[in-house]
């Protein structure tokens, strides 16, 4: 393997990781506005209020992730270690309220597993794949 090409690869792979949590983050912000504050409500049945909230305010903090993940900043690494934590957590309370005979979707349960190991996978790479090569931190 050539010299440099260890590293080019590493940020490669936190590009895409950054490009998929910038994406992931729009949608998220999107699809919570519309429930929460557009016509979607209807649309999405028995959702859970708590965790429309959750995700909706979680969507920008998907974006930042990701743009500091691009930038190749530490903070953005421990961000996504975060969101991956919240997100188990948010996972954990709504099976909660599923427990206690709480209505909800079907597709909640998906969406809700799908975010916590896109965050998960996304935190892993920026934390451990990466942390020790990120630039500084800007004052």
């Not at 940020?11 to 519309?34: D, K, P, Y």
């Not at 969406?111 to 931190?137: E, N, P, Y």
Request: hydrophobic content about 65%.
């Amino acid at each position: 393997m050539p010299a440099g090409s260890g590293s080019s690869l590493r940020r490669a792979a936190l590009r895409v990781a950054a490009g998929v949590a910038v994406l992931f983050g729009a949608a998220t912000v999107a699809s919570g506005a519309n429930v929460l504050f557009g016509s979607g409500a209807a649309a999405a049945g028995d959702y859970v209020p708590f965790v429309v909230w959750f995700n909706f305010i979680a969507g920008f903090f998907y974006v930042a992730a990701g743009f500091g993940l691009w930038r190749g900043r530490r903070w953005a690494a421990w961000l996504a270690l975060a969101l991956a934590v919240l997100t188990a957590l948010a996972f954990a309370a709504f099976g909660w309220h599923v427990l206690a005979g709480g209505a909800f979707e079907a597709r909640t349960v998906a969406a809700m597993t799908l975010r916590t190991l896109v965050w998960t996978a996304i935190a892993a790479l920026a934390c451990f794949g990466s942390i020790f090569h990120f630039q500084k931190d800007l004052p």
